[in-house]
């Protein structure tokens, strides 16, 4: 049996409403391509309202980057083009067909230049994320590795195992290719008790790693720092788990499959469930007649709590997304405030009586409990930040823009994602996972 590498920092927010592992197969009528989800890509339409496209027509490229081309989950038709302020592009809105036309493929996978070329007529080059900085790969940078992880950690997120159940044929296949663009390995990342199907366990071209621990274990960040930390000048790759599988699929049937399995999760649910669907779904059929209380008083999340995207009822899930979660509005003062019982509200200090009751699930809502505030030192960042780096001292060298000391302190290592439980926890309630995301894209800007 492998070494387990254990997480000691972190934290597990047990929330209510975890999805039951029952799949329901539902179909929206509109689904929606939404170019924020890709960081740093300046975005340039394909195709006008109204034209008609097939699952996997490319409908979008990146200007500054040719190969980042992104392709329609469904066939249809071009409803609408939203945009926002200086007509910043929103979402491309496609009304589906009934019944999915697939564009056809013949991707290579002889050597690099064939898959990142096959990858990239077929719309899945976005699937490959670069650190450092978390953007959209640069074809043109070898990365020493590429890292994929096979389970989730975050609160309510869906169960990997689960969601990929049966396709351990275009997993492999997935994995085969991606082999093709690394000087180095692959990695496979996986957790002693999450990962307990045979999916995983039969892969063969990857080095396995096992983790075991409460989150942020199934960030890539934390598991690139405890096996192939990244040093100045050197580039990993991450790709999920389901891209890995739509990956594999497009090389083994020539087709893009963005098939996927969602959690809808949240104490807001009633009855939180699986739901078979396609990226880029409207949410509004896997909540409708399935919420408890009021919409209006729901905070709607594209994700997890911690990193996901807040969006409206009738919004859309992400492509990066497995998740969609809904949990209460915290809009309402509460009396006395700190001073209460708070009997279920969840701390990581023992302010609230949490520490005593280990197992309990909260219903927590969106209020913060304060507002922005003096930026002390409390030492609470490294009780659930797991990396070799200095989380207060690194994001103080952000906030007064010193790249030269972001860069001693690993600004290398780390994504927003990876603060988002120093920022649930931060008793000066400063929006880290911003913050990082600015101090990333001035540090590429500069240093390339």
Not at 88 to 112: F, M, S, T, V
Not at 270 to 285: C, E, H, L, N, V
Not at 289 to 306: A, H, P, Q
Request: one cysteine or more.
């Amino acid at each position: 049996m492998s070494k387990v590498l254990k997480v000691t920092k972190g934290l597990d927010i047990k929330l209510k409403g975890e999805a039951e592992k029952v799949s329901k197969d539902v179909a929206s009528e509109v689904y929606a391509v939404k170019p924020t989800d890709f960081h740093g890509i300046f975005p340039k339409l394909m195709h006008k309202e109204g034209a008609e496209v097939k699952a996997g027509t490319l409908i979008m490229y990146d200007k500054y980057n040719e190969h980042t081309k992104v392709a329609s989950p469904v066939s249809g038709e071009i409803i609408e083009v939203v945009r926002g302020a200086k007509r910043k592009l929103l979402e491309i809105k496609i009304l589906a067909d009934k019944e999915i036309k697939y564009e056809k493929h013949e991707p290579k996978a002889g050597n690099r230049e064939e898959v990142i070329e096959s990858l990239s007529t077929g719309g899945l080059w976005p699937c490959i994320i670069e650190r450092p900085f978390g953007t959209i790969a640069n074809p043109e940078v070898t990365p020493k590795s590429i890292h994929i992880s096979a389970f989730n950690s975050g609160p309510l997120e869906a169960d990997v195992d689960y969601a990929l159940h049966g396709r351990d044929k275009d997993f492999q296949r997935g994995v085969e290719v991606l082999a093709n663009l690394p000087s180095g390995k692959v990695h496979l990342h996986v957790h002693s008790q999450k990962n307990t199907s045979d999916l995983f366990k039969n892969i063969t071209g990857v080095e396995k790693h096992t983790f075991s621990g409460p989150h942020p274990s199934g960030l890539p960040g934390t598991q690139i720092n405890m096996t192939d930390p990244i040093n100045k000048g050197e580039h990993v790759w991450t790709v999920k788990a389901l891209h890995v599988a739509m990956i594999g699929k497009f090389f083994n049937e020539g087709i893009y499959d963005a098939g996927v399995v969602l959690a809808v999760a949240g104490s807001q649910i009633q009855k939180p469930a699986y739901f078979k669907t396609t990226m880029g779904a409207s949410i509004k059929p896997l909540v409708e007649g399935n919420l408890n209380g009021n919409e209006d008083k729901t905070r709607f999340v594209s994700g997890n709590v911690l990193t996901g995207d807040r969006i409206e009822k009738s919004g859309f899930v992400g492509f990066y997304h497995d998740t969609v979660t809904a949990i209460p509005e915290g809009d309402e003062p509460q009396f006395l405030g700190w001073l209460a019982p708070n009997l279920d509200k969840f701390s990581l200090s023992r302010t609230f009586f949490s520490w005593a009751m280990p197992g309990k699930r909260y219903d927590l809502n969106t209020n913060k409990n304060g507002e922005e505030r003096a930026f002390v030192v409390t030492g609470q960042y490294e009780q659930v930040f797991p990396l070799d780096v200095m989380p207060q001292q690194l994001i103080k060298s952000m906030i007064v823009d010193d790249i030269e000391k972001m860069e001693q302190l690993g600004v290398y290592e780390v994504l927003p994602e990876d603060f988002s439980l120093c920022e649930y926890v931060c008793t000066s309630k400063q929006p880290l996972q911003e913050i990082v995301r600015k101090s990333l894209d001035q540090a590429k800007q500069e240093l390339g």
